[in-house]
């Protein structure tokens, strides 16, 4: 039986995203797609419902995105959000303009209790508004359905049709009832039956993956990070030729290489070829201080040393890529052909013999990602990763790479990630971790005065890495983090925390 599917209609609202993750929440499964191949992608899909996301344009003005009245006819249902409820009332003779300035929290009152959209809602509760443009007129065989204060239509509905609409933004947490709205379009207006869960997922996709390929040869590039691991995983779970490279370029945090080897050899029993090639880096990276010249070599001799080992396995059928959906949403919405190329193992297709690209996360959030990996046995250290840059520690440590500096390094990251842990943080703080600065200044330990190094602390909290801000970590935390460090960690005598937000730093330190 075909996939049931939605479509999130893109209108360049911000929280675009947002909406397809709260329908996949709802375990149905939806794809993001520009409002621009809407009819196209109609056909394809045979979708069991549309939601019109919201949008920065305005209805009236000239360029505004519009779609054909005709899909308005399909009997397919809409929930149209913001823009997406003014685009709905503007094409099918209703009218907007503009009013009063109406943003952040506001009471949306239920005026129709019987809405299949509010089933179990409560009669008044917060929503989220964002908007200037109201709908003036209603379009003909349309009702309110909700209003707020300042705002007498805050939702409309022609049930007969199935075409629904709401001003406010229901996919935000602070719109208290918003989810239970969006399971109500889901399933008492377009029939869902709830079948997109990773368990589903995962047998689908081995059982395609096992028709596809079979016994052919298979090559992945293991980082240790979350998405190479889920793909190679899946991938492990269907076909039994598969190879894994790791490279342990010697740049990794203290006890990432082994685990690595553990987890995926060990547990998982995969064929795993893990590569240490720590010396050979070290060696290209001596003496060199400038961030730009540190973030080429590495990813140059990254991609040279997997090309040294895949040589050695001759030419493969499938290159495992980790691509998840919002690289793949980046490039559909932007409508440019260059995928972002994947963490650690950009450039990999052109040095690696092989047929066809395998991508079995294509379709999948980073929540998904994770709850995958729990699905399929991998522990929560491998699974809850959180993100860490290709090129490793070489870019927490500022001025030039020694051996000496990053065991120095690897020790102070290990204590900050033990005493986060240990204090119950670590699910709050998006990223920590230590850098190790080139500044070195006199303290004073026992009786001897010391010439050493300083440590950055550096936790931030985030949604996307795109903006930052420093984490609020009890001050009492970061006394023992520090009280450890200048203890425990030879050659540091003095650890500051960095209290600045991105923008204007960037997380990483280089
Ligand atoms: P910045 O430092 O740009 O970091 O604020 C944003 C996010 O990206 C990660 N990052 C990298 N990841 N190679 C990577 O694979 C890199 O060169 C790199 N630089 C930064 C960083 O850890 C943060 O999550």
């Known amino acids: 039986m075909a996939q049931q599917t939605v479509l999130v209609v893109d209108f360049g609202g911000q929280y675009n995203q947002l909406i397809a993750r709260r329908v996949r929440e709802a375990n149905v499964y939806c794809e993001l ?22 949008g920065p344009a305005s209805f009236n003005e000239p360029g505004a995105p519009r779609i054909p009245a005709e899909i308005f006819s399909t009997g397919i249902p ?56 109201y709908i003036e007129k209603l379009p003909e065989g349309f009702k309110t359905t909700a209003t707020t204060e300042t705002c007498p239509v805050a939702a409309m509905e022609n049930a007969d049709k199935k075409l629904y609409g709401v001003q406010f933004h229901p996919e935000v947490m602070h719109t208290e009832e918003g ?147 919002p690289d793949v949403i980046e490039s559909g919405l932007n409508h440019s052909a260059k ?12 040095v690696v013999d092989f047929k066809e690209l395998v991508e079995p996360l294509r379709l999948l959030f980073k929540d998904e990602v994770r709850r995958l990996g ?44 033990d005493e986060i842990a240990k204090n119950g943080l670590d699910g709050e703080i998006w990223q920590y971790f230590a850098a190790l600065t080139n500044i070195r200044t006199v303290g004073v330990m026992g009786d001897e005065r010391t010439y050493d190094y300083t440590v950055i602390l550096r936790a931030v909290t985030s949604v996307d890495g795109m903006t930052a801000d420093w984490a609020r970590i009890p001050f009492e935390v970061l006394q023992n983090i520090s009280d450890r460090i200048v203890n425990e960690v030879k050659h540091v005598n003095r650890v500051a925390y960095d209290i600045t937000s991105k923008p204007p730093e960037t997380i990483e330190l280089e």
């Open 374 to 417: 729990f699905e399929i046995g991998l522990p929560k250290e491998i699974v809850m990763r959180q993100p860490f840059p290709g090129p490793g520690l070489a870019i927490r440590i500022i001025g030039d790479i020694t051996a000496e500096k990053l065991d120095i390094l690897r020790e102070a990251d290990y204590i900050l990630r």
């Open 33 to 54: 797609i520009s409002y621009e191949k809407i009819t196209e992608k109609i056909a394809e899909t045979k979708p069991i419902g549309l939601v019109f996301t919201g």
């Open 179 to 325: 989810f239970k709205m969006l399971k109500n379009f889901l399933y008492n207006v377009c029939g869902a039956s709830g079948e997109w869960t990773m368990s589903n997922y995962v047998e689908r996709t081995v059982k395609e993956l096992k028709q596809k390929i079979g016994d052919k040869k298979v090559l992945c590039a293991l980082s240790g990070g979350v998405d190479s691991a889920v793909a190679a995983t899946l991938i492990h779970k269907a076909c039994p030729n598969l190879t894994c490279i790791f490279v342990d370029h010697g740049l990794l945090r203290k006890g990432e290489a082994e685990e690595v080897v553990r987890v995926f050899r060990d547990e998982q029993g995969m064929n795993l070829i893990a590569v240490d090639a720590s010396k050979r880096f070290l060696t290209k990276l001596a003496g060199v201080t400038e961030p730009e010249k540190k973030h080429k070599i590495i990813g140059e001799e990254f991609i040279r040393v997997f090309e040294e080992e895949a040589k050695k396995i001759g030419k493969v059928d499938y290159l495992v890529q980790g691509t998840i959906y």
């Open 339 to 350: 995928i972002k190329s994947h963490h650690n193992v950009g450039g990999l297709p052109d």
């Open 78 to 133: 809409v929930l149209g959000i913001c823009y997406g409820c003014q685009l709905i009332a503007g094409t099918l003779g209703g009218a907007v303009g503009n009013g009063p300035r109406e943003y952040g929290r506001r009471t949306l009152d239920i005026t129709d209790g019987k809405s299949k959209l509010f089933d179990g809602v409560k009669a008044a509760s917060t929503c989220w508004m964002s908007h200037t443009i």
